[in-house]
């Protein structure tokens, strides 16, 4: 691979955060959704937006995880060694809480990674904020 195609994370974490602000200046209440398989650098990319998205913009990154069902509920439903694809989420009630954090404090599930499940003692309420 050419070096001139090789273009540092800096630069485009920049260009990502000010086409974010220009998106915001024209739509207040902005959701982005970040997809990808498991370990493909999600919330890396999340936390580096959030980190150069300057203020006066308020940011919360959340995580989907919470919205899995049980891993009990996965396995009567041989849907087990499909976890993390679409179908093994509460998909409507990921979309309300989506909806719902542009205007008003809403309730995030936790997710636990010893557990493996989503916890209820890991909810996190999340304001509604600018991006």
């Known amino acids: ?17 000010a ?7 024209n739509e207040p ?17 999340a936390r580096h ?5 300057e203020p006066p913009l308020s940011v919360e990154t959340v995580s989907t995880d ?9 396995r009567e439903n041989g849907l087990f060694e499909r ?6 989420y509460d998909y409507p009630a990921m979309q309300a809480a989506i909806a719902s954090v542009r205007s008003a404090p809403t309730d995030f599930p936790g997710y636990s990674h010893i557990t493996f499940d ?4 890991l909810t996190r309420t999340v304001p509604p904020s600018d991006v």
């Open 1 to 17: 691979m050419s070096e001139d195609l090789v273009i540092p994370m800096t630069v485009g974490i920049e260009a990502l955060a």
């Open 19 to 25: 086409r974010v602000q220009e998106i915001h200046d």
């Open 29 to 45: 209440g902005l959701v982005i959704g970040l997809t990808g398989s498991v370990a493909s650098g999600k919330s890396t990319l």
């Open 49 to 53: 937006l959030e980190q150069t998205l």
């Open 66 to 74: 919470g919205f899995l069902f049980l891993t009990q509920y996965l």
């Open 83 to 88: 976890k993390g694809f679409p179908e093994t």
């Open 118 to 121: 989503p916890d209820p003692d």
